[in-house]
């Protein structure tokens, strides 16, 4: 059945603050952060899903195994599950702390009453890296951190860079926050392929624990759609906090005046590298067909790549409700609606949140490390008690 959502794509501020409560989110969550009690779980331990044997010089190991950790509460007053799904040359220790030494998102939804599930993806953390089948890694630098998320006002490569403020920490590498983020870089698997290899593991722990939600960013994101694509039942909703984006093509950003330069094709199914469920069907992505747009929506806007009309639609990302998080500093404020326009086309209806809408602002992509991290998990943490009542 059709997903029915029943708060429209663009979303103002003042109907999300009438609906949810948001107007004092920005400084009520935070401040309270000191007075949380101890943790009271029924459960907390870690298991690995998905991998298979392989002989390497003659020996034999196991690659494609992903490490899952997970927290239940004591009192579990919500039906679902939250699986956290980490970004590029992350692990989940992105969701479990911050670099100014708070609680994550992992807790806070615990707090609350949900299950959590934080992932490893293969290859990254405690998932162990096999070259021999993984091939050579990537690796992350100080010097990208410094200009997408650290100082990225410094650098200016992006319209929206300048409001950047919610960094605890100066971003310099001398700094201790900049010291504990870029200490947990990790080597990772090449992208589209850490794509496949992650997404076999996450359909076995769907399969595991049931019906779940997922909360996925960056380039966790494409775990999300393509669990949902395999498992649209068991799948109950999507968080896509900055997901792989825009559709289609990259985006290479240069700074004023121009900004913006289209890049490589990196997610030629639109959201993922990996083939989605369209209809009408198509057998391989070079029958996506792609027009760009004649001109930004805004001078600080990325143009958009879309489908040519009439569009195929997503029918299993139509069965789930969908939000979508930007935030107003980072990188992603200049492109989010490129996905929010292509998820329109394909029959999807997500609510996009605009987090400076509701008067959380300066935020980068990597929101969850920052100073008011807790005030936009209270955003999250709304917007599924509402489209997902808690059951007991």
């Known amino acids: 059945m059709k997903h029915n959502p029943s708060i429209v794509p663009s979303i103002c501020a003042a109907i999300l603050a009438a609906m949810f409560g948001f107007a004092s989110m920005t400084t009520?969550?935070?401040d309270k952060k000191e007075d949380n009690p101890p943790l009271n779980l029924a459960r907390d331990g870690f298991f690995y899903i998905g991998g298979k044997t392989t002989k390497i010089n003659g020996k034999t190991h196991i690659a494609g195994q992903m490490y899952v950790e997970y927290r239940i509460p004591a009192k579990q007053i919500h039906p679902y599950p939250i699986i956290f799904v980490h970004g590029g040359t992350r692990s989940g220790a992105n969701w479990t702390g911050t670099s100014d030494g708070r609680e994550g998102w992992a807790q806070y939804f615990a707090r609350r009453g949900y299950a959590v599930y934080v992932v490893d993806q293969p290859g990254r953390g405690r998932s162990a890296y096999v070259q021999e089948v993984y091939g050579p890694p990537r690796f992350a630098n100080a010097e990208s951190a410094q200009?997408?998320?650290?100082?990225?006002?410094k650098y200016n490569l992006w319209p929206q860079a300048k409001l950047h403020n919610q960094w605890p920490g100066t971003g310099e590498l001398d700094d201790p926050a900049s010291h504990q983020i870029i200490g947990s870089f990790l080597p990772e698997i090449v992208f589209p392929k850490s794509v496949a290899i992650t997404h076999e593991a996450m359909v076995q722990l769907i399969d595991k624990i049931g019906p779940s939600i997922m909360l996925v960013h960056s380039q966790g994101g494409p775990m999300g759609w393509l669990a949902a694509e395999a498992r649209p039942d068991l799948v109950r909703a999507i968080v896509a906090v900055e997901p792989n984006g825009p559709p289609g093509r990259t985006v290479r950003f240069v700074g004023a005046p121009e900004w913006?330069?289209?890049g490589t094709v990196e997610l030629p199914y639109g959201l993922t590298p990996l083939p989605l469920t369209f209809s009408?069907?198509?057998?391989d992505a070079s029958e996506l067909k792609w027009a760009k747009e004649d001109k930004p929506d805004s001078a600080d806007l990325v143009t958009c790549w879309k489908q040519e009309e009439p569009a195929r639609q997503l029918p299993n990302l139509q069965r789930m409700p969908i939000a979508l998080i930007t935030a107003e500093a980072s990188y992603h404020a200049a492109y989010d609606h490129c996905i929010v326009k292509f998820l329109n086309q394909a029959g999807v209806t997500p609510t996009w949140?605009?987090?400076?809408?509701?008067?959380?602002?300066?935020?980068?992509?990597n929101?969850?490390?920052e100073k008011n991290s807790d005030a936009i998990a209270e955003v999250i943490y709304q917007w599924l008690g509402k489209t997902l009542p808690?059951?007991?």
């Not at 949140?353 to 992509?365: D, P, Q, R, Y």
Request: cysteine-free; aromatic content about 6%; charged content about 20%.
């Open 390 to 392: 808690a059951s007991r």
């Open 367 to 369: 929101m969850m490390q």
């Open 353 to 365: 949140i605009k987090l400076a809408e509701l008067g959380i602002k300066g935020n980068s992509h």
């Open 260 to 262: 913006f330069k289209d």
């Open 147 to 153: 200009q997408r998320y650290l100082q990225q006002s």
């Open 280 to 283: 009408p069907p198509i057998k």
């Open 28 to 30: 009520s969550a935070q």
